[in-house]
């Protein structure tokens, strides 16, 4: 029986330092051209789906604005602002994203060691759960359903902060063999990540009710059938909690547009649609859920930064070094003023059922 979760006064966030992921995204810094090159080969892929008929949040017809980032077009919702690509995340898009030897994309996620795996839930993943646990009361009576737990980090951030019960599910086989290794190494059950094809998760979530809480960390976004999916959490009435972090329509998605020859870390590839404040608040009211507390932060000024480093290089421009280390100093201090403005690239909210 699942005890009943108390929470604290609602409470909303806003900033975090870029030195906690300075090193995790040095990445993509150095391999700004290899990673380009499996960007635009994943956005020829999408551009070879079916055109999107209607809103990824609030499903009406898409008629808005749009922008064009690297030759893909992106519509905003007049009804709900979302921002929507003009393609649909088909099934043959997602099974080839995300299963793909070509494209490897849990290779991206997977790190190379065990010293680095836990730099990944140090500096990423515990300030995720210590969010999360300072809304609650009564925190070790929560138990987690983590969907899409990639390689399990949140999970093991969740172990490490003694909060036993939590579990979790991904689609990627490769992810979980690795996730399970890794925590065998740290000396938790491996059996608390399980691999869930795309084609047993709607099934698996009609029957495993055993949750009070449920988590999609960085996951909503990548799913097919958002809707579909997180409905099916919502009518688990065992759950009282939804905890998420989704991309958000911001000044990044500005950046990206203007640097052409630079990775996209936010828009394209498998972000086929981003999220805003109004349009993440909408999706989930429709499914009985509000928000409680929020975190707002993001990487856009980060994100120029490296825009301006990689093009500096590429344009051999020497002499922009000293500028360019005052602005990374400077990064910090830019990005809360667009954090408490709730412009950041990103945001974590809980949301609480309705009563």
Not at 192 to 206: A, D, G, R, W, Y
Not at 278 to 302: R, T
Not at 325 to 330: H, I, P, T, Y
Request: positive net charge.
């Amino acid at each position: 029986m699942l005890n009943k979760i108390k929470l604290k006064k609602k409470f909303v966030k806003f900033g975090k330092k870029i030195s906690d992921i300075k090193k995790i995204k040095q990445e993509f810094f150095e391999n700004n051209d290899k990673l380009l090159k499996t960007q635009i080969e994943k956005g020829r892929i999408y551009c070879k789906q079916l055109r999107r008929k209607k809103c990824k949040a609030c499903g009406k017809k898409i008629n808005g604005k749009k922008i064009n980032i690297r030759n893909i077009t992106y519509l905003q919702c007049n009804y709900c602002t979302h921002l929507n690509g003009i393609y649909e995340d088909t099934f043959k898009f997602v099974n080839t994203i995300y299963s793909s030897k070509k494209i490897n994309y849990s290779q991206k996620y997977a790190e190379k060691d065990r010293k680095n795996y836990i730099s990944r839930v140090n500096n990423i993943y515990k300030p995720k759960v210590d969010f999360l646990k300072s809304n609650l009361k009564n925190f070790k009576s929560i138990k987690i359903l983590d969907i899409g737990t990639g390689s399990g980090y949140f999970v093991s951030a969740l172990k490490k902060e003694n909060i036993k019960n939590s579990f979790g599910i991904e689609v990627s086989k490769d992810q979980v063999l690795y996730g399970k290794k890794m925590l065998r190494a740290q000396k938790f059950d491996e059996n608390s990540i399980l691999h869930v094809p795309f084609n047993k998760l709607e099934n698996f979530l009609k029957v495993y009710k055993n949750y009070n809480c449920a988590s999609f960390i960085g996951v909503i976004e990548h799913l097919q059938e958002m809707e579909k999916i997180v409905s099916l959490v919502s009518k688990n009435k065992k759950c009282e909690l939804i905890f998420i972090s989704v991309p958000l329509y911001s000044f990044t998605s500005l950046i990206e547009s203007n640097f052409p020859q630079v990775f996209n870390r936010h828009l394209g590839g498998s972000h086929t649609h981003l999220f805003t404040e109004k349009s993440v608040k909408h999706f989930f009211e429709k499914l009985n859920f509000i928000p409680h507390s929020e975190w707002w932060f993001g990487q856009d000024y980060n994100d120029l930064f490296r825009s301006m480093s990689v093009m500096s290089k590429k344009l051999n421009n020497t002499g922009t070094t000293i500028i360019l280390e005052q602005f990374r100093n400077l990064i910090d201090d830019f990005q809360i003023v667009l954090d408490r403005k709730k412009m950041s690239s990103e945001v974590h909210i809980l949301f609480k059922r309705k009563k």
